[in-house]
């Protein structure tokens, strides 16, 4: 069954303690990417993918890191979480390198900072 | 940037009525249109897209309307079900710096059919 798989689903914990949220696709997809939903927000951006060893910055990097060494895998690193990082996190990938078109997302991680 | 209003945050209609929820966008030069469902404690996926050379797209009870001149588009649910209760997001593509194309999304609208 293709699909994004994300893991922890659920995880809370404190300021400052590094965290990693993986993210893993079978489609073989070059393009990949890492979203937050926050309330009223929607989805934004926080890094992206283009193939492997290609990442740049989404519309909301500030404390996220990411890696790309694998085409099927695309960690999100949290070096130091701060509370304001608390939210529902979104990994997606698509077929088209660079184009919009229909993106995939996996099921979700939701992060509690305290 | 592109930046994408969406409205209303929150619908009720009554099943078997319909339901439109409406975009904006700001970048004239987005191309592509997509609207994503997200079911209660899952992640959105795509239900209807359309590109700029089109000006409505039809699938089954769904359908999505362009006006590209007025930079706003809008999805319309006919013969609303109770499992169309869900948070819808529209979203637009536009280039980034690198000339790439990104999806910005909105902000959401939450739908409840009421049976």
């Known amino acids: 069954e293709a699909q994004v798989t994300q893991n922890p689903r659920y995880l809370i914990t404190v300021t400052g303690k590094k965290l990693t949220v993986t993210c893993s696709q079978n489609m073989n997809h070059e393009y990949m990417s890492w979203y937050r939903q926050d309330p009223g927000l929607g989805l934004r951006q926080i890094y992206y993918s283009m193939n492997v060893e290609v990442t740049d910055k989404g519309d909301v990097p500030e404390g996220y890191k990411v890696s790309r060494k694998e085409k099927r895998n695309f960690p999100l690193i949290l070096e130091s979480p701060s509370p304001n990082q608390t939210s529902l996190y979104f990994c997606?990938?698509?077929?088209?390198?660079?184009?919009?078109?229909?993106?995939?997302f996996g099921p979700g991680t939701r992060l509690t900072v305290t | 940037g592109e930046n994408v209003e969406q409205h209303p945050s929150t619908l009720s209609v009554q099943e078997g009525d319909s339901a439109v929820i409406k975009c904006t966008y700001s970048d004239s030069a987005s191309n592509y249109f997509p609207w994503y469902k997200q079911e209660l404690g899952k992640g959105p996926q795509l239900i209807i897209d359309?590109?700029?050379?089109?000006g409505e797209k039809k699938d089954q009870r769904i359908a999505v309307t362009l006006n590209k001149t007025a930079k706003h588009f809008s999805l319309h649910i006919t013969e609303t079900q109770p499992e169309d209760s869900a948070v819808y997001f529209c979203?637009?593509?536009?280039?980034?710096?690198?000339?790439?194309?990104?999806?910005?999304f909105g902000t959401g609208t939450r739908l409840t059919i009421i049976p």
């Open positions: 979203a637009a593509s536009s280039a980034n710096n690198f000339g790439n194309e990104k999806l910005t």
């Open positions: 359309i590109r700029s050379n089109v």
């Open positions: 997606a990938s698509s077929s088209h390198r660079g184009r919009a078109y229909e993106q995939y």
